[in-house]
């Protein structure tokens, strides 16, 4: 059973600061890792998918690596803002039909 | 293009009832998944639909149902309910394909508070 947690639940940091959100999952055996973004009350966005094969993917200030043998993926800001504050998921997908399992999440505030 | 959108946007219900909530998936995309969000927590998988089939079901009781229609919709339903069913339900979908590599894209979800 695969099994997904983020640390750290919560994080604060002031605008302008770069920052890693973490993803640890216990099953390699995925067929791709995605990064939402979630804010309050709100449904998902995609920020990144990185496939199986891949090692990283980016896109604009965001970038997010995955390491399958340790079963660990990072999401990097880089130059926050305060538009970036809302709760990061990851979601890792296996199985047969892609099951996706989700973490609980980090809740980011960016300070002004 | 139109993203997945889902109806209603708010349901107040109380024990004992049943609810039926929608989803439309992004034209195109075949597969249609169910998520249960409670406050603080991550998504937790319902029920995945691929062609109109259940292909995965998470850890829910059988008061949960859902079913795909051949224009690739999808209904989730629940009986019997409790104040423990008070959560955000989530409809993502995807075209579930080598190419795509499944990457799920999200509908604004249906807030359901069980009085």
């Known amino acids: 059973k695969q099994e997904v947690t983020q640390i750290p639940a919560a994080l604060s940091v002031p605008e302008g600061e770069n920052l890693v959100l973490n993803c640890s999952f216990t099953d390699s055996a995925i067929y791709n890792l995605q990064w939402f973004r979630q804010d309050p009350g709100k449904g998902l966005t995609s920020l990144l998918l990185i496939q199986s094969s891949q090692r990283e993917q980016t896109s604009g200030r965001l970038n997010a690596s995955l390491d399958k043998s340790s079963g660990r993926s990072t999401l990097y800001i880089a130059a926050s803002q305060p538009g970036d504050s809302a709760t990061y998921l990851c979601?890792?997908?296996?199985?047969?039909?892609?099951?996706?399992?989700f973490g609980t999440g980090t809740k980011l505030q960016v300070i002004p | 293009d139109a993203g997945v959108t889902q109806s209603p946007t708010h349901l107040i219900k109380t024990r004992g009832q049943q609810v039926t909530l929608r989803c439309s998936p992004i034209s195109g995309h075949k597969s249609v998944s169910w998520y249960q969000q409670v406050l603080g927590q991550g998504p937790q998988f319902i029920f995945q639909?691929?062609?109109?089939?259940?292909?995965g079901r998470g850890n829910f009781p059988d008061r949960f149902s859902a079913r795909q229609f051949p224009n690739y919709s999808s209904e989730l339903n629940v009986n019997a309910l409790l104040l423990g069913d008070s959560a955000l339900y989530l409809c993502a979908s995807s075209l579930l394909s080598a190419s795509s590599y499944n990457e799920q894209f999200f509908g604004p979800g249906t807030r359901l508070t069980v009085l």
């Open positions: 979601a890792a997908s296996s199985g047969g039909y892609q099951k996706v399992t």
């Open positions: 639909y691929y062609e109109k089939e259940e292909r």
